[in-house]
């Protein structure tokens, strides 16, 4: 009988041993590449008095009597090349732990793994309970922060992280791409510290920081465009961070084309023209932009809100105008002044006859100063000049000029003499006409309208004697004496006698260099007469009388 019992031992172990052999753990582990995961297990196994138990974890498919095991507890065992280092039993056998830990995961390491123990003469695999590995693309970048707004000429750090890799991992490698001044600060083994300082021209522009975990062959990278604050400042150039001047562009009349000024330009604007200023303040985020009237005082009312300021006509006097940019960074303006230029205003000339001979002045003003020039005849009398024949003598003030002349011959019949004055905005010439003694036919339309009048206005006077003499015959018996007073009608003598010329003639035209004579369809010619005798000796100081009788 008990031997019968001793045979049947083994087999009602078998059962119970075949109960005890239980692992728990998840079917399926998702991780990304790169990374590290954790695959918790907890087996069981028949008592056994003796030894320490040994865990293994092979790759389904594997021969675990050939093969080497991918992980194991066991010292001096030989692991596959594929996983050590990688593969980790992290679990205490005494407590039944058999954790599996897997770093620098790639995507070679999926697939399905089992479990197996040893301990003293026992053997299990637990192949009724395996795990399935399944490696993902990673799908995480790092991140990257700012501390504080990004400023123009600003230094401020940068922080790029990967809070998500694993400390038991290979360290990552970091590394930064900008346009942008950088400089690498302190790192940890998570996390890397750029120090950027941008500039204006680096808003917009993108940053990357990419990171490489060597061991899994993965590189992750994250882009981020910088935004950039800045405020064109008027600061001295050694100031850091000084970005470039404001500026102001200009259009003039209809014409589209810009000229772009910087601070405290000057323009010469010719009078009257239409003008737009365009106040150009590139800032991020943008400026509040106002024009004023010269320097904006302290509350001062703008006199314009916009961008722009619109002149539909300038003045004589030009002036100076300001934008004014106001930015959370600060406000800044920039300023231009218009300097009204115009062509010639001639006044004169003016001439007057003396013993020594004739003199003649004339003055113009304009916005440049302008140039005069005398003519006789179709010659040129140069500059401030003196010969024995005539003396010019020239001055100028601001935008004045002016100049005289004196002759003291060639005063002969038909003599012209011109005053003209030009800059670069155009020109003005006035004739004066001189007619020494009896005037005689001219050309001009003026000179025939007054030689008209006066042999007209001789008829009528030959007309009226004659009517008067027939009328006092008829009715005087004796003679009748007349008296009447007879003035030269020609003034003589060394009186000094001027005509002044007060109107001016525009041109369309600058001088043309070497002040070369004014061409007739340029020049609008005013003339004045002069009329000069030499002095007549009078008989006597009474006055002459007729006697006219009349005959019957």
Known sequence: MSLRVLLLLPVLWRVPMAQNYQLELPESVTVQEGLCVLVACKFSYPWTPFGTPYMFWFRQGMDRNRDPPVATNKPNQKLHESTQGRFFL?????????????RDVNMGDSGNYFFHMEK?????????KTFSLNVTAPTR???????????????????????????????????????AFTSLGPRTLFSSVLTLTPGSQDHSTNLTCQVKFPAAGVTVETTIQLNVTWMLRLLHPSVPDAPQNMAIS???????????????????ILEGQALRLLCVADSNPPAELSWFRGSPALNATPISTTAILELPRTG?????????????????TVSVSLSMVYPPQ??????????????????????????????????????????????????????????SLSLSWGLSSGLRLSCE?????????????????????RAEGVLGAVGGAGIVALLSLCLFLIFRVKTCRKKAAQPVESTDDVSPVES???????????????????????????????????????????????????????EVKPHK
């Open 141 to 179: 970048r790092p991140d990257i922060h700012i501390l504080g707004p990004l400023e123009s000429g600003r230094p401020r750090n940068l922080t790029c992280s990967v809070p998500w890799a694993c400390e038991q991992g290979t360290p990552p490698i970091f590394s930064w791409t900008s346009a």
């Open 316 to 332: 004589t006097t030009g002036g100076d105008f300001t934008c004014l940019a106001r930015h959370a960074l600060g406000s800044q």
């Open 421 to 441: 004055a030009s800059n670069v905005h155009g020109a003005r010439s006035m004739t004066v006409l001189l007619l020494p003694g009896k005037p005689e036919p």
């Open 250 to 268: 200009i259009s003039q009349g209809n014409s589209t084309a810009l000229m772009i000024l910087q601070n405290a330009s000057t323009l010469p």
């Open 346 to 403: 001639l006044l004169g000339p003016s001439c007057s006859w003396e013993d020594e001979g004739l003199h003649c002045g004339c003055s113009s003003q304009a916005q440049p100063a302008p140039s005069l020039h005398w003519r006789l005849g179709e010659g040129l009398l140069e500059g401030n000049s003196s010969n024995a024949s005539f003396i010019i003598t020239s001055s100028s003030s601001g935008p004045w000029a002016n100049s």
């Open 120 to 128: 003293s003469f026992t053997k299990y695999s637990y192949l009724d």
């Open 492 to 546: 003589s003598g060394s009186g000094a006698h001027q005509h002044q010329v007060g109107t001016e003639s525009p041109t369309d035209h600058p001088a043309a260099a070497g002040a070369s004579p004014i061409s007739r369809e340029e020049e609008e010619l005013n003339y004045a007469f002069l009329r000069f005798h030499k002095p007549q000796e009078q008989k006597d100081s009474n006055n002459e009388y007729e």
């Open 90 to 102: 992290l679990g205490d056998p005494q407590a039944n732990n058999c954790s599996l830990s897997i």
